[in-house]
């Protein structure tokens, strides 16, 4: 059991905290619109200790097989094709349906907890594709008692000659991080304690635990499942993040107390990304 320290949060020193729930940590990706109802309790017990420290909260979830496997059989993160076109456009209808119905499933489990949220789908207030999308993010800019703002990876409008596209919730993170001047940028997985020097499950494969520009690892995401990058783009998003917050860090998100404990010692076990 570990043990945290109460601390002397004046105005200065205010948490704000934006927290990814990776798609795999929230659904089994490989298994159509399973949400993974303990992994997410577990979770949001944590966010309700992070609440009682004075912090504020981002949140952002990922699709795992909410959107991931529909997006990839359509073609979705591609864009438009004028060749499947009604087909696309339906499956646009229901990843974005499926993405409000697994934030749905999320805010009910912080709802049962007694913590206030709202939902902004990205297809709402955003337009366009990876780290330079628009939209205006200063609806998610929030005291440590208002409700939290929860928002998610999901298929926008691009406003160009693709039409459509795929916003990772990984893209979102770099923009909410950046400009809303938080503390600490934290990507919870679902499959490993942090960044690992291989690919999850190889006997050789071990935990970093500090990346940074020149840190290499080996392996991939898995490009049959994941549609917006995988753990690359997540270190690369992360990295960039890192150049403005100093605290940015990738954690299991099957340990969710590692976010308590480095928000209270600031360690833990995970990897710690690094600005260079």
């Not at 966010?47 to 496997?69: D, K």
């Not at 490009?223 to 960039?240: P, Q």
Request: proline share 3%.
């Amino acid at each position: 059991m570990l043990e945290y320290v109460t601390l002397d949060l004046g105005s200065h020193m205010a948490l704000r905290v934006a927290i990814k729930l990776g798609g795999g940590l929230i659904s089994d990706k490989g298994k159509m619109k399973k949400f993974d109802h303990k992994a997410v309790e577990v979770v949001v017990d944590t966010l309700c200790s992070v609440s009682e420290l004075g912090a504020s909260i981002v949140l952002v979830h990922g699709a795992g097989s909410f959107g991931h496997l529909l997006a990839k059989k359509w073609g979705i993160a591609d864009g438009l094709n004028i060749h499947e076109e009604n087909g696309q456009w339906e499956a646009v209808t229901e990843i974005r349906s499926d993405m409000r119905e697994l934030n749905k499933l999320i805010m009910g489990k912080i709802s049962e907890r007694g913590l206030e949220c709202s939902c902004h789908p990205p297809s709402d207030w955003a337009k366009g594709t990876g780290a330079r999308f628009s939209g205006d993010i200063s609806i998610f800019e929030r005291g440590a008692r208002e409700p939290i703002p929860v928002t998610f990876g999901d298929v926008v409008d691009t406003g160009d000659e693709s039409v459509f596209g795929i916003l990772s919730g990984d893209d979102l993170m770099l923009r909410l991080s950046t400009e809303l001047e938080v503390t600490h940028s934290i990507f919870l997985i679902g499959d490993s304690e942090g960044v690992l020097s291989g690919p999850p499950g190889e006997k050789d494969s071990e935990l970093i635990t500090h990346f940074g520009p020149g840190t290499k690892i080996k392996g991939d995401h898995d490009a049959n499942i994941d549609v917006t990058g995988g753990i690359g783009l997540k270190i690369e998003r992360s990295l960039e993040i890192a150049k403005v917050v100093d605290e940015v860090w990738i954690i299991d998100g099957r340990e969710p107390d590692r976010v308590l404990e480095l928000l209270t010692s600031g360690e833990t076990i995970g990897t710690k990304i690094l600005s260079g």
